[in-house]
């Protein structure tokens, strides 16, 4: 009997209520994947106090003016990167399937969701360098799901208040 190969997904929660029906969702999603087969690897991005911030105070030798892409480039390339951010680019390159998991607020992702996008997705790690742009990139050929929620105060599903909207 031939076997399945292993199949390995990374569940990136944002959302700062751990009681929320967002994170209710996320877990389910833990529990869903792990029974289809896969091995989960869940990271809460609030839980774990993740810094947003992409900055130039992550490469110590960056150049000026500060070029993030190509910090990003020339620290993969060195073995430099960041410890944290190192971490989770192994983990995301591992999986055969990244889940996103967060609330829409103001028609996007949480900040901090973006900020992990900004720091993990490196250039050179993921993309460039490398790995090419698109049909060469290091996750070529995986699959992404986005699991969101969405929900409001009961006047906004009546568009924006004013003189014409409820008030």
């Known amino acids: 009997m031939p076997t399945t190969p292993a199949r390995s997904a990374l569940i990136v929660h944002a959302h700062a209520e751990p009681d929320s029906f967002s994170s209710a969702q996320a877990a389910t999603a833990v529990r869903a994947l792990g029974e289809a087969g896969y091995t989960v690897d869940h990271l809460d991005l609030y839980a774990e106090g993740w810094a947003p911030v992409l900055d130039r105070d ?31 680019l192994d983990r995301l390159l591992t999986a055969d399937l990244l889940v996103l998991s967060f609330p829409l607020w103001w028609f996007s992702m949480p900040a901090v969701l973006k900020g992990w996008v900004d720091r993990v997705f490196a250039m050179g790690g993921v993309f460039g360098g490398d790995h090419g742009l698109f049909d060469e990139a290091a996750l070529t050929g995986r699959r992404a799901v986005l699991l969101l929620t969405t929900g409001g105060s009961t006047w906004l599903s009546g568009g924006v208040p004013g003189p014409s909207g409820p008030g």
């Not at 030798?61 to 070029?67: H, I």
């Open 58 to 88: 992550e490469f110590p030798s960056a150049s000026v003016p500060f070029k993030p892409q190509a910090e990003q480039l020339r620290a993969v390339k060195d073995g430099t990167l960041d410890a944290v951010v190192r971490s989770h």
